[in-house]
């Protein structure tokens, strides 16, 4: 999502797909304990770096904060996706249906294959 973001409109719509075939991991924890993101986010700033990976939860809650983020998974409930701030989605087509809901007919797409091996450079 860190590369997603840089390059996403401002309240743009991130697709991430991803398999999740063990859970969310570690730093679900802090998002599930949040009212909102931006708790999440303060409370990193406090914090810091923990073991229980609150950077990710850290980066989740910014994306998060400034965009809807539909997720694509098998590995995650709809039901905890959504206690941690994200939207769920059963296939890429259904994703990119609710993003045009969202965004519009007109919406621009742009996919990243392997977006954590990418830095991102927006051209106007």
């Not at 969310?24 to 599930?32: A, R, S, Y």
Request: aromatic share 8%.
């Amino acid at each position: 999502m860190a590369a997603a973001e840089q390059i996403v409109s401002e309240n743009g719509v991130i697709i991430l797909v991803a398999e999740c075939r063990d859970g969310i991991g570690k730093f679900g924890g802090w998002l599930k304990q949040a009212k909102d993101p931006q708790e999440v986010i303060e409370r990193f700033i406090r914090v810091g770096f923990t073991k229980d990976h609150s950077s990710k939860a850290f980066l989740c809650a910014r994306a998060l904060s400034k965009h809807e983020v539909i997720v694509v998974c098998g590995g995650i409930s709809p039901e905890e996706l959504k206690e941690m701030f994200f939207e769920w989605a059963p296939s890429i087509e259904t994703a990119l249906s609710q993003a045009f809901e969202i965004k519009g007919p007109k919406a621009k797409v742009i996919f990243l294959p392997y977006a954590t091996d990418c830095v991102p450079i927006v051209e106007e």
